[in-house]
């Protein structure tokens, strides 16, 4: 699998390798177990179970619970194993190899496909809790979870949906999976997930297409399924909590030359010199970044930067930057200030 996470140049003989901004750590957090709001209070019956876990009978507990899974058992009894097993896998992340050790994986997956959308999401939801153990994510993804998961990304209810996005983002932490996932239709199912769900469906959305697009290939995938147009509008909204997030996605995808033009035909570069005047120090270096990448080869996109505006908030963050940005700034005035200046293969820039 080809991943491709940088982008570099050089230009009036300085080389820039990697325009990428690499704390990007608080800006994305991994999806976590899910919240015990989603499902109904566990009964009194399902509290025993719990308690019960924390004795020496908890294998045979989830044993228990694993044969109540298979489609012989009544739609209301696989809900309810598939619940408590949701809920031992919670918070105990030992539980959470037993019980792939005790055959559960395939039957979960199954339920994943399930016409009742409550059970469906259960199934998500407990597959999403699995995945949350290293050990267990080769086994999920051999099982042929990935293309169930994207089916409930695209019919679930809104909760299965978030959980799938999560589970997903999971699978795709194996690079292996990262093109399997995107073959299997789930960029642009995240795409319009990060354009119409709520705020954590967004946060999910953005963390998981920040993971998939580091295989190249579902770099394009994302900008064909029309990304920029949510990423624009989540930058511009700096009320949303998504500024960054959105921002270092946009900046990977810039090394396809297809997310150019589509980010000029959203709006962006307004956007972009107006994050670089009033965003966080990070916000304006992750946006310098990507307008580096943009004018990089084109006079028009120079152009159209400096008539925006940009030169003055860079040289004021070239006084008062991190070294980095300061770096970046510097380099994208030079590029403002002669935008007809020879590229770094003796040539004339492009006119596009």
């Known amino acids: 699998m080809e991943s491709d996470n940088s982008a570099g140049f050089s230009y009036l003989g300085r080389n ?49 619970l694993v044969s109540h ?18 809920l031992l896998s919670k918070n105990k992340p030992e539980n959470r190899i037993k019980i792939a050790k005790a055959g559960a994986v395939k039957p979960l997956i199954s339920l994943i496909s399930s016409s009742d959308l409550q059970l469906q999401e259960y ?30 990304l695209k019919m679930g209810t809104p909760t ?12 795709s932490q194996v690079e292996d999976n990262k093109v399997a996932i995107g073959r299997s239709g789930a960029i642009p199912l995240l795409v319009s997930l990060l354009e119409t769900g709520g705020f954590r469906a967004k946060k999910d959305a953005s963390t998981a297409l920040y993971s ?19 990423l624009v509008e989540l930058m ?21 030359p297809e997310s150019k033009p589509a980010l000029v035909e959203e709006g962006g570069v307004p956007v972009l010199v107006e994050i670089v ?45 991190t070294s980095r940005a300061k770096q970046k700034a510097e380099a994208l005035i030079e590029f403002l200030r002669q935008p007809r200046s020879v590229n770094s293969n003796g040539g004339r820039s492009s006119q596009l």
């Open 16 to 64: 820039f390798s990697n325009l990428s901004v690499n704390d990007h750590s608080s800006a994305f957090s991994d999806c976590n177990s899910d919240r015990s709001g989603e499902f109904p209070s566990a009964s009194s019956q399902s509290r025993r179970l719990l308690l019960s876990c924390a004795s020496d009978n908890s294998d045979d507990l989830i044993l228990h």
């Open 236 to 256: 511009a909204d700096f009320g949303s909590n998504m500024v960054d997030k959105s921002a270092f996605v946009m900046s990977l995808l810039m090394s396809v």
């Open 69 to 86: 899974l298979d489609s012989s058992r009544s739609v209301d009894e696989q809900k309810q194993a598939a619940m408590e097993i949701r």
């Open 123 to 152: 199934g998500v939801t407990a597959i999403l809790n699995l995945s949350l153990c290293d050990e267990n994510k080769d086994l999920i993804a051999s099982s042929g979870a990935i293309k169930p998961l994207v089916r409930a």
């Open 212 to 230: 998939l697009c580091s295989a190249k290939e579902n770099k394009l995938r994302a900008v064909q399924s029309g990304i920029m147009k949510p």
């Open 277 to 321: 005047e009033a965003g966080t120090q990070r916000q304006k270096e992750i946006a310098v970044s990507i307008l580096l990448q943009l004018c990089e080869e084109s006079v028009v996109y120079r152009t159209m930067v400096a008539r925006e505006g940009a030169i003055p908030p860079l040289v004021a963050l070239t006084q008062a930057g």
């Open 160 to 171: 299965a949906k978030e959980n799938a996005a999560c589970a997903l983002l999971r699978l």
